[in-house]
């Protein structure tokens, strides 16, 4: 069930200040009138058939997905019940090319992704799938989200152990299967390489600058969503990545 139409911003990353103050910019009404419904959809999708077995006695796991900017996704699981952390960051390539500027160039093997930090006993991995798949991103982008173009905004799920890898693939042909998208899901399941956190004035980027134009345009409508669609596991305060990490 489509939400909202699809469409690309006139408000691209390529746009957005590269600054630990973010000064945010003006649109004239024209602009803005252009590209204020032009967030990706949000999709109605089935839980996973096959998920995780949850150990009582553990109660830590991590997930690290890739879903476009990293601004909206991490910014969609602070608001999830169950969630103790998320991290913007790199994933996909090497320590040495971990840095914006140069990920930003498209060839580093690097998507900007997320580090989920969770209780499984309070939230599982499969649901985590659940919204990373319904609200979080569209898995049907191949190497692009909305406006953002590039490898490093593919749609990706880097797996922590062989049960993750094999609920992520289960998913993906179980959604494929139902044909609940209009198209394909693109979204490969890679080889986790390690995880390397972003510049801090990306971290929280989408809680500490709601009126930001991306934000507004492009993410915040993802938040919205995960409030109208998962209630269940919706938390109003955002659990916020420590400056120390």
């Known amino acids: 069930m489509a ?33 204020a419904n032009s967030a990706e959809d949000a999709t109605k999708i089935p839980a996973p058939a096959q998920d995780e077995k949850v150990v009582a006695t553990k109660h830590s796991e991590t997930a690290v997905f890739a879903g476009g900017c990293f601004w909206g996704v991490q910014g969609v699981f602070e608001h999830v019940r169950g969630v103790r952390q998320v991290a913007s960051g790199y994933s996909g390539g090497s ?4 840095q914006y500027e140069t990920v930003s160039g498209g060839d580093t093997g690097h ?7 969770f209780d499984p006993t309070q939230i599982t991995y499969g649901r985590l799938l659940q ?3 319904s609200v979080a991103h569209n898995p049907t ?15 990706a799920i880097f797996p922590m152990n062989p049960e993750q890898r ?3 693939q289960a998913y993906i042909a ?16 890679e080889d986790y390489k390690g995880f390397y956190p972003a ?30 669609m998962f209630p269940d596991v919706w938390r109003n305060d955002p659990v916020l990545l420590k400056a120390s990490l």
């Open 111 to 117: 998507a900007e992704s997320v580090q989920i930090t």
């Open 174 to 189: 179980q959604l494929d299967s139902a044909h609940v998208f209009p198209a394909k899901v693109v979204t490969r399941v």
């Open 166 to 168: 094999t609920v992520a």
């Open 131 to 133: 919204i990373f798949f």
């Open 3 to 35: 939400l909202s139409n699809h469409g690309t911003s006139g408000w691209t990353r390529s746009s957005k200040a590269k600054l630990a103050g973010v000064v945010v910019l003006a649109l004239s009404a024209a602009v803005w009138q252009r590209v």
């Open 95 to 98: 320590a040495g090319t971990a």
């Open 199 to 228: 510049e801090a004035y990306h971290q929280n980027f989408l809680v500490l600058h709601p009126d930001y134009p991306y934000i507004v345009v492009n993410d915040m409508p993802k938040v919205d969503y995960l409030k109208k």
């Open 141 to 155: 982008e191949l190497d692009y989200q909305g406006p953002d173009h590039g490898t490093q905004y593919r749609s």
